[in-house]
């Protein structure tokens, strides 16, 4: 079974700077994709960044990058130039691409991120 | 073109009483999946649904709880006989497909369930 790991339960940033969100996990397969969601306190779960397994190139939506090391299955968000409307608790997920099946979310117990400013 | 939809926001129960959670996935999307989250953790997966048919129920406790789908309608989440253990924020998902960028997983606002 796949697990994701995130190992820093919270986190601030000043307002402006940039952040970098750790997540790791682990998995057998070669096929996969990974997610980045953001949940604010209003408890909504919205999708910031999608990466998959069989590109190198790092995905990047605006202001949010990830680094994705394969080798080290190792999965970071990167947030530049920080807003206070980024403060929110941030979930790492993990998604299977191994065929027939259910594509169930396995997620990481979250990163709270706070902005200070 | 509206997101998933839940309802309702909160629900409060009483214990031994049922508790029926709805979700309308976005226009277009064909695949439900719902989730639980409890206090200071992740989601975690319940069940996978397409039209008519439960594709993947692993993570649905195997008693009390039961979900579907229907062909006209939204999908239910039903939790017979509720237990305080039952609280929990419980989310549903929804895709267009399952394969390349149609896959990616919109979720709802969440109802959060209080057993009293």
């Known amino acids: 079974a796949q697990t994701v790991t995130q190992s820093q339960p919270e986190m601030s940033v000043q307002e402006a700077e940039t952040v970098t969100l750790s997540c790791t996990y682990d998995?057998?397969?070669?096929?996969?994709?990974l997610f980045w969601y953001k949940q604010p306190p209003s408890r909504q779960m919205i999708l910031v960044i999608r990466q998959e397994a069989y590109k190198q190139q790092n995905a990047t939506e605006n202001r949010f990058s990830v680094n994705f090391q394969k080798a080290a299955k190792s999965f970071s968000l990167k947030i530049s130039d920080s807003q206070l409307g980024d403060a929110a608790m941030y979930f790492c997920a993990y998604r299977s691409d191994q065929g027939a099946g259910s594509y169930q979310l396995t997620f990481g117990k979250g990163t709270k991120l706070s902005v200070i400013p | 073109n509206a997101g998933v939809m839940q309802n309702p926001r909160h629900l409060v129960r009483r214990r031994g009483q049922e508790a029926r959670l709805r979700c309308s996935p976005m226009k277009g999307h064909s695949h439900v999946y719902w989730y639980r989250q409890l206090p200071e953790e992740g989601l975690k997966f319940m069940v996978y649904?397409?039209?008519?048919?439960?594709?993947?129920e692993s993570g649905m406790p195997k008693e009390r709880f039961s979900a579907e789908f229907p062909k006209e309608g939204p999908s239910i989440l039903r939790i017979q006989q509720v237990v305080r253990g039952d609280s929990a924020a419980y989310f549903c998902?929804?895709?267009?497909?399952?394969?390349?960028?149609?896959?990616?997983?919109?979720f709802g606002p969440g109802t959060r369930l209080t057993v009293l």
């Open positions: 998995t057998s397969e070669s096929d996969y994709y």
């Open positions: 649904l397409q039209k008519e048919n439960i594709i993947d």
């Open positions: 998902a929804s895709s267009r497909a399952l394969a390349l960028d149609a896959d990616t997983q919109y």
